[in-house]
């Protein structure tokens, strides 16, 4: 039988010329946040705002498709995660972990990096790498100072290790469930595809910590003891988060052959918490979600759709795809060093959400966008290591170490953007080296098409 494919070719015309200012003034007033100091989230709902008012004045977007823009399973993911770290907190949980780990390493100021790390990794895959770093960079420099070193070399390790490892899994970036949900891919496959990838990258960064900081990690000091009894102080709720959690990954696991969302599933098990642990206060809990968070992502989207329905991404596109299919790989690599540049100067959010439609309509153009999504979710999340500013992560590492550097009068432990240039960029670019070299001799397993490619259940 034969097919004959239908090819549109996009004009440039009014729509796309107003969204494309809409677009780009909304990005630029959110990068540049830190000069005009008015909230990111304030400028995105704006930015949305007037999307949808002047779609429909030119007639090519209006609320319902605003609505449908969407991706509501972004959103409840995002949302009853943050809700149940939240209830997680107060059970003590993280602070009895972080002692221990402190116990374990015995003073081994690199032992101590790296399990500090590995903690914040792991826990990364599953909960948000932001809310993570916030637990556990409290708790770092408690441990420092009583151990009487400087926290910074644990600070950056935490930040670059989360933002690395989180990349390996469906939820473990945001970015990650976004692309995961605009491509269909689910938990297994997405592990299965970037976990030995994020590994060998992970790994690479553990080895480049040692080298960065082997001035810091050769001072000797006095082993200290951690008291860990009583430290937990809710046991039940802990107990039943850490059940919720359990059952969430084993759904996430499930979710393809279930046929149950990712966002889902998190709902699922944020409802179990909030059901058997009689101790959560329902408001209080709810009052801890980031709700600035979830109307930023809403409002990308928003802008996004409008930008999509104004045809210019497809229009944009028709310029990308003959590249992409005269040379698939080298345009995979282009994408996987673009995005993380772009991604260390910018947050890699709004990116995402730009390129995730683009490279949505390849498929439709008769290009495999599969090795498009790899490369995509592996260059936004490696390049959040590049700057002080790459992820939201790393901001906070940042903001935590300049109020203890005031507090203890000391500009030494003090994470400054010129620091941060000289560790994290070096971790930055190994990382995408070793990409590159595994993705140019595996690019056939990350071209395969997922219904060919799908691990065993």
């Not at 209006?62 to 609505?67: G, K, M, R």
Request: hydrophobic share 55%.
């Amino acid at each position: 039988m034969n097919h004959t494919e239908t090819v549109h070719t996009y004009v440039w015309n009014n729509s796309m010329l107003v969204s494309a200012c809409i677009l780009v003034i909304t990005f630029a007033m959110i990068f540049a946040e830190d000069i005009h100091k008015i909230h990111r989230t304030k400028i995105a709902l704006a930015g949305a705002i007037v999307m949808i008012l002047v779609g429909q004045v030119f007639g090519f977007y209006n609320q319902h498709q605003a609505v449908a823009a969407i991706d509501w399973n972004v959103i409840f993911l995002l949302g009853a995660m943050m809700t149940i770290v939240a209830i997680m907190i107060p059970t003590g949980g993280f602070d009895w972990l972080a002692y221990v780990i402190a116990n374990w390493s015995k003073g081994r100021l690199y032992i101590l990096l790296i399990t500090l790390g590995t903690a914040v990794t792991l826990i990364s895959l599953i909960l948000d790498n932001v809310t993570t770093v916030v637990i556990f960079g409290a708790l770092t420099i408690f441990i420092c100072r009583a151990l009487s070193v400087n926290p910074i070399p644990y600070l950056l390790a935490e930040a670059l290790l989360s933002d690395t490892g989180g990349v390996a899994t469906l939820v473990g970036d945001p970015p990650n469930i976004m692309i995961g949900s605009a491509a269909g891919i689910d938990f297994n496959t997405f592990i299965y595809h970037m976990g030995d990838i994020v590994l060998l990258c992970w790994l690479s960064v553990i080895v480049l910590l040692k080298f960065l900081f082997r001035k810091e990690l050769a001072v000797k000091n006095e082993v200290a003891t951690f008291r860990t009894d009583g430290i937990i102080k809710d046991p039940e709720t802990l107990r039943w988060a850490l059940i919720s959690l359990g059952i969430i990954i084993f759904l996430f696991t499930q979710h393809a052959r279930l046929h149950l969302e990712a966002g889902l599933v998190a709902m699922i098990g944020f409802s179990l918490v909030l059901i058997l642990a009689r101790k959560v206060d329902i408001e209080k809990s709810l009052k801890e979600v980031e709700l600035p968070i979830l109307l930023f992502f809403i409002s990308l989207f928003v802008v996004v759709g409008g930008v999509e329905h104004s045809h210019l991404l497809s229009w944009l596109g028709q310029y990308i795809v003959p590249f992409a299919k005269s040379d698939p790989l080298m345009a995979c690599l282009l994408l996987l060093w673009g995005s993380a540049i772009i991604s260390a100067a910018i947050d890699n959010i709004p990116f995402t959400v730009a390129m995730i439609p683009i490279i949505s309509s390849m498929e439709a153009q008769g290009v495999n966008p599969m090795p498009f999504w790899w490369c995509l979710a592996l260059g936004v999340g490696l390049g959040g290591n590049g700057t002080h500013i790459g992820s939201t992560a790393n901001v906070y590492i940042v903001s935590i170490s300049e109020r203890v550097a005031k507090e203890l009068d000391n500009p030494e432990y003090r994470i400054t953007p010129s620091l941060w240039f000289k560790k994290g960029t070096p971790a930055m670019l190994l990382t995408l080296i070793v990409a590159t070299v595994v993705l140019y001799f595996f690019f056939d397993f990350y071209s395969t098409p997922l219904s060919m490619h799908l691990p065993p259940h």
